[in-house]
């Protein structure tokens, strides 16, 4: 019986299990992976927006710096330091000026107000002085330089002129006798009252 004669069973071939691979599927697969190689190997370029976005910002930082640099230059100028000072010392207020006075002192010494600032320090230094030396008179017995100071301090509103002879007579007396400095001596705030008293 040939294949051909009726009712002869055909054999039949079994299905491959071999899978085709798709050729477009490969292709898209190496043309990504080409892609990616060639953006990872590119140089990184800034566009025009990133560029005017840095701009900005240096600008902005420039800008921040020169109006600190400013600042600090205003409250350093002598003019601006010498009419914070003199409001308060014409208001008869120099308490909380002292930072004020020393920093115009020490930056700007040829300047034609250095000698008012300096007695205006002076004033402030002599009046703390007389202060702590009545604060401490009440803990301990005050030594003789600080204790003609302070009596002579007593007097200068009420009686100027006797004032003015008691300091004279501590710089005659006590010259040369210790006395610590707190901030000044009570021989220099003797001479400072005796020049402002001459002022009156």
């Known amino acids: 019986m040939t294949a051909d004669s009726p009712g002869a069973e055909v054999p039949q071939t079994p299905a491959s299990s071999v899978t085709v691979a798709d050729p477009a599927s490969s292709k898209n697969r190496f043309t990504t992976l080409d892609e990616q190689r060639r953006q990872r190997d590119r140089p990184t ?31 350093s100028h002598p ?17 909380g000026t002292e930072h004020d006075m020393e920093k115009f002192l020490a930056s700007h010494p040829e300047d034609a107000r250095h000698s008012e600032v300096q007695d205006w320090l002076l004033d402030l230094q002599s009046q703390y002085l007389f202060t702590r030396l009545r604060r401490l008179a009440h803990e301990q017995t005050l030594n003789e330089v600080q204790q003609a100071y302070v009596d002579a301090m007593k007097l200068v509103n009420a009686e100027p002129q006797a004032a003015r002879a008691r300091f004279e007579e501590l710089l005659s007396n006590f010259a040369d006798a210790p006395d610590a ?16 008293l001459r002022e009156r």
């Open 45 to 75: 370029a800034m566009t025009t927006a990133d560029l005017a976005k840095t701009a900005g910002m240096v600008a902005a930082l420039v800008a921040v710096l020169g109006f600190v640099a400013w600042g600090v230059w205003t409250m």
């Open 79 to 95: 003019d601006t330091l010498y009419d914070r000072i003199a409001r308060n010392a014409h208001a008869g207020t120099l308490e």
């Open 181 to 196: 400095a707190d901030p000044i001596t009570c021989v220099q705030a003797a001479e400072h009252q005796v020049k402002r």
